[in-house]
């Protein structure tokens, strides 16, 4: 696209341009996205940029009309199979966060300086300024949406420091993080304000505690004014709530409500129906009626579990094809480590395939005559992802009933949980000895097969046929929805190069048709809490350790 296609994008206020290229206003300072509701500048005026980093690496500051660094992620990304694709896929996933560039290097089997050249020259911006971007965004929206302190924002955004918090969010917002807050006209603030207090008041009280025991054991054991000052401080800690990464073990979780963006037509009903139809007992089920359903899951996250909730948004009145009537799907995201919120929000989105281009994918299927009238009538269709790639593809290999046995026997419980959500799936090392799943759970766990973020998917096919057991079918699935693949030929299908890239959602739109076809009934109300006694006795016999897990299950509505 070149600068005179993209200046027109921006005359018309294009949405379907949102997140593929930004525009910054020399004249004032500002990036935006193309779909901005403020007046066209002048073309003289405007320069383009590839990334919100790269605008605002030249010292550009987000507009406050149009939050340019909310909108979806650029769909490029999940077609791309290069180094800039898979990269930029693991810094979202929070990999510079928790290893630094040295690990996004490791990881991709490159040298650091290698990786910031070539994203540089492409996006405008190394993996430094990148992930930065990715975490002013994370914290802009928990100070606008949550009445989490200060503090705990800046780590559970992924900032080192309180400082560089600070900082960064005057230089992209020109705010204080206080006053990004106070400007939202959320309630935010007020909240805030009032935790603030309350923990003030924890504090007060247990150091008074502290100090007056202190002084009567002083008293008794000859002891001075330091070690009752010492006393104070631990008793202190103990009644505050510490934050993420802060202290060692857990705090206890919190309810995180989120608003996830998508781009376009986005089909919910189809992906709640896959969902409903997949959900495995005690690690995720779905609730409630067609057009009002709950996807519920728990999460294994690098710095300890956590659980997911995600409502299926209503559909455009009179819309037979279920799509949303909003430009988002509702969450609430719950974590034992705050660290691990840009991890979990990725993994969302991957799984309900919220970065996904629809614009593009219908134009090119809806050329073909034999799927145009599929497209048609379900615009916006997805091709969902997987939430937790090692265990889809163990569970693709294993089948229903053997998977939910797997659960029962080596999954790992949580002693404190919501609903039905009792385990979190087994991580691969456990499955080694596994009959039908140990060469695939071997391979995963000695690294043989990777199914990370950045993972090269011709490598991982490869690897995944040479594994026993492994059938091409298998490796097919596994590669589009543990690797989220948007170009995996439908089974059964002659390969069709006119669907390229986009073969996966053309095999989205086949199974669709063909369930319609079947008359298949959509899932109504179902919850996969295990019921059976076999079930309990095998829950209770499992020699899995149990993992510490406190949950508030009250919905927090997003602001």
């Known amino acids: ?59 550009f500051r987000a507009c406050r009309r149009c939050r340019p660094d909310a909108v979806p992620g650029s769909a490029e990304w999940n077609v791309r ?82 400082r560089q918090f600070n900082d960064t969010i005057r230089q992209i917002y020109a705010r204080t993080p206080s006053a990004l807050r106070t400007e939202s006209g959320t309630g935010t603030a007020a909240r805030a304000r009032s935790t603030t207090r309350a923990a003030g008041s924890a504090r007060a009280a247990g150091s008074a505690t502290a100090a007056g025991s202190a002084r009567a054991a002083g008293a008794a054991t000859g002891t001075g004014p330091a070690r009752a000052a010492g006393s104070a401080t631990a008793a202190g800690a103990a009644h505050v709530p510490v934050p993420a990464g802060g202290a060692s073990g857990p705090p206890a979780l919190a309810g995180i409500p989120l608003r996830l963006a998508h781009r376009g037509p986005y089909a919910a009903s189809a992906v709640f129906d896959l969902l409903a139809q997949e959900a495995l007992p005690s690690v995720e089920e779905v609730t409630g009626p067609p057009g009002a359903r709950t996807y519920r899951r728990t999460l294994r996250l690098p710095h300890g579990p956590g659980a997911v909730a995600v409502d299926e948004a209503r559909p455009a009145a009179g819309d037979p094809a279920g799509r949303t009537a909003n430009g988002w799907l509702e969450a609430r995201i719950h974590l034992t480590d705050l660290r691990d919120l840009t991890t979990a929000v990725q993994r969302l989105r991957r799984l309900f395939d919220l970065d996904a281009d629809p614009y593009a994918v219908d134009e090119r299927l809806g050329a073909d005559p034999r799927l145009a009238p599929l497209v048609a009538a379900r615009p916006g269709l997805r091709s969902p992802g997987a939430a937790e790639p090692a265990e889809y593809a163990l569970r693709a290999l294993l089948g229903a009933a053997a998977a939910r046995q797997a659960v029962a026997t080596y999954g790992q419980t949580l002693e404190q949980a919501p609903g039905g959500l009792t385990r979190l799936f ?75 890239p986009w073969r996966s959602y053309a095999g989205s739109h086949l199974r669709a048709a063909r369930d319609r076809r079947a008359g298949q009934p959509r899932t109504t109300t179902t919850s996969h809490a295990p019921t059976t006694s076999r079930h309990a006795k095998s829950s209770t016999s499992s020699d899995a350790p149990a993992v510490r897990m406190t949950v508030r299950v009250d919905a927090q509505p997003s602001r």
């Open 81 to 162: 199979a290069d180094l800039v694709g898979r990269a930029m896929r693991m810094i979202g996933d929070g990999i510079v966060d928790r290893e630094g560039v040295s690990g996004l290097a490791g990881r991709l089997g490159y040298s650091t300086r290698q990786i910031q050249r070539q994203l540089t020259a492409e996006l405008g911006a190394g993996p430094v300024a990148l992930a930065r971007a990715q975490r002013a965004h994370t914290a802009r929206v928990l100070l606008q949406t949550t009445g989490l302190p200060v503090t705990e924002i800046a780590f559970a955004a992924g900032f080192a420091s309180v």
């Open 1 to 59: 696209m070149d600068e005179e296609t993209r200046y027109e994008a921006v005359a018309s206020r294009d949405a379907r341009f949102d997140g593929a290229f930004f525009f910054a206003v020399e004249t004032t300072g500002i990036y935006c996205r193309p779909s901005c509701p403020a007046g066209t500048p002048k073309r003289k005026n405007i320069r383009f940029y590839p990334t919100a980093a790269a605008a605002q690496g030249h010292g």
């Open 426 to 500: 087994p991580e691969p090392a456990a499955l080694r000895g596994h009959p039908v799943a140990g060469p695939l759970a071997t391979a995963l766990a000695d690294g043989t097969v990777r199914l990370d973020a950045g993972a090269d998917r011709d490598a991982a096919g490869q690897a995944l046929l040479a594994v026993p057991g492994v059938t091409p079918r298998t490796a097919a699935l596994i590669r589009m929805r543990a690797l989220g693949d948007p170009d995996v030929a439908p089974e059964g299908e002659r390969d069709e190069e006119a669907w390229r």
